[in-house]
């Protein structure tokens, strides 16, 4: 099993690496955003619950999140492993899924941790569009699609984040600070953190996560 976690501050990169790197491992990408957006979208009581929290960049309170995950990594698709992308953001929710982990005799491969400074995470995400119904990740002029607007890999709409205000960015790496940043000790800790340089451009990311992987494989 390849069993991997993206860590990162917002705009590091993590969505945009996940494809590549699902693809290769034949692992899912896991983004518990990503979920979350599906869930305000269709409107569901998780949804609702949800909303408030992202809009103001504030962290979703961690009971709504640990369970969904889960209850994710149970599913069929999870059986070569999985790459999770934002979660965990606590050290609440690593503590909570180490215990899950060790009760299902899993363990992680490995955690990434792209590293950007906050100059460059504010103009990513400023310039940043999203594909509404795949998530891929754009960047008005760092990676455009191919024809505005429009999603290269799957046609749906490219659209502007909820939370990417400038506001909204800026509360975002600050609570990243506090409660995400404490996971880079505890994950050194246990020997299975990798940092990379998330400010290289996308192959060159790309292919060091690739040989981190490899060398704990
Ligand atoms: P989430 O969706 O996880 O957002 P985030 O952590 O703020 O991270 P982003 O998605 O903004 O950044 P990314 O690293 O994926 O960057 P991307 O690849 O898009 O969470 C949203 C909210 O949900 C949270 O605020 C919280 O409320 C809630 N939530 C989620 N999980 C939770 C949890 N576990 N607990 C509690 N609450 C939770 O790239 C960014 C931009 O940069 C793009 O424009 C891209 O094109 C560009 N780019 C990427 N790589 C490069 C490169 N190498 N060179 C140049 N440009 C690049
Ligand atoms: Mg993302
Ligand atoms: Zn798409």
Same mark, same amino acid.
């Given at each position: 099993?390849?069993?991997?976690?993206? $860590?990162?501050?917002? /705009?590091?990169?993590?969505?945009?690496?996940?494809?590549? *790197? %699902?693809?290769?491992?034949?692992?899912?990408?896991?983004? !518990?955003?990503?979920?979350?957006?599906?869930?305000?979208?269709?409107? !569901?009581?998780?949804? #609702?619950?949800?909303?408030?929290?992202?809009?103001?960049?504030?962290?979703?309170?961690?009971?709504?999140?640990?369970?969904?995950? #889960?209850?994710?990594?149970? #599913?069929?698709?999870? =059986?070569?492993?999985? $790459?999770?992308?934002?979660?965990?953001?606590?050290?609440?929710?690593?503590?909570?899924?180490?215990?899950?982990?060790?009760?299902?005799?899993?363990?992680?491969? =490995?955690?990434?941790?792209?590293?950007?400074?906050?100059?460059?995470?504010?103009?990513?995400?400023?310039? @940043?569009?999203?594909?509404?119904?795949?998530?891929?990740?754009?960047?008005?002029?760092?990676?455009?699609? +191919?024809?505005? /607007?429009?999603?290269?890999?799957?046609?749906?709409?490219? *659209?502007?984040? %909820?939370?990417?205000? +400038?506001?909204?960015?800026?509360? @975002?790496?600050?609570?990243?600070?506090?409660?995400? @940043?404490?996971?880079?000790?505890?994950?050194?800790?246990?020997?299975? $953190?990798?940092?990379?340089?998330?400010?290289? /451009?996308?192959?060159?990311?790309?292919?060091?996560? *690739?040989?981190?992987?490899? #060398? %704990?494989?």
């Amino acid at each position: 099993m390849v069993n991997l976690v993206l $860590l990162g501050p917002p /705009g590091a990169g993590k969505g945009t690496q996940a494809a590549g *790197i %699902a693809k290769k491992y034949d692992i899912p990408h896991i983004s !518990t955003g990503d979920i979350f957006r599906k869930n305000i979208k269709e409107k !569901t009581p998780l949804g #609702e619950r949800a909303k408030s929290y992202m809009d103001r960049g504030e962290l979703v309170p961690d009971e709504l999140v640990i369970e969904l995950v #889960e209850d994710r990594l149970t #599913e069929p698709d999870c =059986k070569n492993g999985f $790459l999770l992308d934002g979660f965990p953001r606590t050290v609440f929710q690593a503590e909570e899924f180490d215990k899950f982990l060790n009760e299902n005799g899993m363990n992680i491969t =490995k955690v990434i941790n792209l590293d950007v400074e906050a100059d460059e995470l504010v103009n990513r995400l400023s310039g @940043r569009r999203v594909c509404e119904s795949c998530g891929a990740s754009y960047h008005v002029k760092n990676i455009p699609p +191919k024809k505005e /607007g429009v999603c290269d890999t799957c046609g749906g709409n490219v *659209i502007q984040r %909820a939370d990417d205000t +400038k506001e909204t960015v800026l509360n @975002r790496i600050n609570v990243y600070n506090d409660s995400t @940043r404490p996971l880079i000790d505890y994950y050194d800790k246990t020997g299975t $953190l990798v940092t990379l340089d998330g400010a290289a /451009g996308l192959e060159n990311v790309f292919n060091s996560i *690739i040989k981190a992987v490899g #060398e %704990a494989l």
